[in-house]
């Protein structure tokens, strides 16, 4: 599997084998990785050094303290990758924008409110679909406008779910 991490502007490319090796970049590490609290405090050992570091999750990135420095990490596995690049490609740099639904399924969070300003990458909807959920992020700076769903709609491929303006 497939993932991308970009720290400080700086992307890494992380592949999980089949066999448990790690790849960063492209070269092999040895890396372990334990939870020592069932909360938020885990031990890494990458390269047979040791590291303890507090790992917390905020609107889907991570803040991560090493060390007295904390670091700001996204992570996207293949599939967001791919959805990401995709709307990537279509996105007006102004103007009304529509968040379509990638694929059928069921709302489960609209986390925005009509008239709110919204920056790019922020979460717009959860869409749950083959028992995944999926949070579809806006590509650009905008107004929220119009919501066209609600927590517990079902919808189909393509169905508009927010305007932006």
């Known amino acids: 599997m497939r993932y991308v991490a970009t720290i400080d502007q700086r992307t890494y490319a992380i592949d999980i084998l ?3 090796k790690l790849l960063v970049d492209g070269e ?7 939870s020592l609290d069932d909360k938020s405090l ?3 050992l990458v390269d047979h050094i040791s590291y303890e570091g507090l790992v917390e999750e905020i609107d889907g990135q991570y803040n991560v303290l090493l060390w007295g420095a904390l670091y700001t990490v996204k992570v996207m596995d293949e599939r967001e990758l791919r959805l990401a690049k995709a709307s990537a490609a279509f996105v007006p740099a102004g103007g009304e924008l529509s968040i379509r639904a990638p694929m059928p399924g069921l709302i ?3 986390p925005v409110t009509p008239g709110q300003e919204v920056r790019a990458g922020q ?4 869409l ?4 995944m959920q999926n949070e579809l992020k806006i ?6 406008h119009q919501i066209h769903v609600k927590p517990g709609d079902s919808v189909e ?3 508009i779910l927010i305007t932006i303006t």
């Open 18 to 20: 089949p066999d448990g």
């Open 28 to 34: 092999e590490r040895d890396a372990g990785f334990l």
């Open 42 to 44: 885990y031990s890494l």
């Open 108 to 110: 489960v969070d609209v």
């Open 123 to 126: 979460t717009l909807v959860i």
């Open 128 to 131: 749950e679909s083959m028992k």
């Open 139 to 144: 590509p650009r700076d905008g107004r929220v």
């Open 157 to 159: 491929h393509n169905k």
